[in-house]
């Protein structure tokens, strides 16, 4: 008996490190061969690979102020990968995140500047919450007209970003401005800061910890059952008794709360006030984060690492090497590309995909 349980252990562990493997398999090799294409631009363009790249890693985690760096440009990451994940477990392609980010940051700014005497026990989280539900709110609309009224929400979510853009240059330049020729809100009260513990920033910590929750929602409640059941088939789930039109607009406001808590951690957290031009493309990053982590919410956290790790040190790379900031944006883009064509990836490895494996993107145009 001690022999059998022993053998269907270590048969356990290898099925796991199996099922690991396959997982991981192709975005570990998106991300090599993004780099390998990468080093051969930075050589055909003059520059030394080996240099570019030693540089890019000792001003990303050669020091204490690196991994701070890295650690704040991977929260916000973090947040708008998740929310990009919740949506594609559910069928939908939240395009829309960077609106719900920038949303959610300008109102946890006002939260942070404008209300006074608060202790920081209610001030921070109150100013974090609101962000948050002001995310919630803006994605809700793009969840209610894919919901009652067909309306696809790459369309909507599209829209919606091109109006939270000129709302929040208006409201950064217009009635919340602080004084000064910039545009820009004023600075958010100590009251409100979320702070560092040593070299770790705390909004690291809650980013963290939404992606063990949002992993816990997913897998191990009836809710997020129905939402990977409406993912899957929308016409079994309602068939099955689910209510698809209503998982439609919780799980679009859950994934517009993500990126909403996204915006107000940046802002309370790393700039300490909202200014426009800081954010940009951090929504959009979260669908190459999403994809990279293959919808995993926990698989999320090092995919956004590495992408934050790319963003700190850009600099230092650029400084060093004398390498355009952009090289980064390039190889960020080829990682898109091999993780979104992964048959090319699966021939060079000399494996198949099987049904688990793919990601689903959307449930069509008309879906």
Do not use: C
């Not at 929504?283 to 190459?288: A, E, L, P, W, Y």
């Amino acid at each position: 008996m001690a022999t059998e349980q022993t053998s269907d252990s270590s048969g356990g562990v290898v099925g796991r490190l199996q099922r690991l493997w396959r997982a991981a398999s192709v975005p570990l090799f998106s991300v090599f061969l993004a780099a390998l294409i990468g080093a051969i631009l930075l050589w055909l363009s003059g520059s030394n690979p080996l240099t570019a790249y030693t540089a890019l890693l000792q001003g990303a985690l050669g020091s204490a102020s690196g991994l701070t760096r890295t650690l704040e440009k991977a929260t916000p990451l973090v947040f708008s990968g998740l929310a990009v994940a919740f949506a594609f477990k559910a069928g939908l392609f939240n395009i829309g995140g960077q609106g719900q980010l920038l949303i959610g940051g300008i109102v946890a700014g006002y939260l942070g500047f404008a209300i006074e005497g608060l202790p920081f026990i209610i001030h921070m989280p109150l100013a974090l919450l609101g962000g948050a539900l002001a995310g919630a709110l803006w994605a809700a609309v793009a969840g209610a007209l894919k919901a009652y009224t067909g309306a696809h929400e790459v369309i909507t979510t599209i829209m919606l970003n091109y109006v939270a853009i000129n709302l929040t240059d208006f409201l950064a330049n217009g009635p919340w401005k602080a004084e000064g020729i910039i545009a820009r809100t004023p600075r958010v009260l100590e009251t409100a800061v979320i702070p560092k513990w040593g070299f770790v920033p705390v909004g690291f910590l809650i980013a963290v910890l939404m992606a063990v929750l949002t992993h816990y929602l997913l897998f191990k409640t009836t809710w997020g059952y129905a939402i990977r059941t409406t993912g899957l088939n929308a016409d079994a789930a309602k068939y099955a008794g689910i209510k698809v039109g209503r998982i439609i607009v919780l799980t679009m406001s859950f994934s517009g709360l993500l990126a909403g808590m996204g915006g107000s951690v940046e802002t309370l957290g790393v700039i300490g006030r909202y200014q426009p031009g800081f954010n940009v493309g951090l929504g959009f990053d979260g669908i190459t984060i999403a994809l990279l982590a293959k919808t995993n919410p926990l698989g999320v956290i090092p995919a956004a690492l590495l992408l934050g790790m790319m963003d700190a040190g850009g600099s230092q790379m650029q400084f060093d090497a004398g390498v355009r900031f952009q090289i980064i944006d390039v190889i960020k883009a080829l990682i898109l590309f091999f993780v979104s064509a992964d048959v090319i990836v699966r021939k060079i490895l000399g494996a198949r995909a099987v049904d688990e494996d793919k990601v689903t993107l959307s449930t069509g145009w008309g879906g």
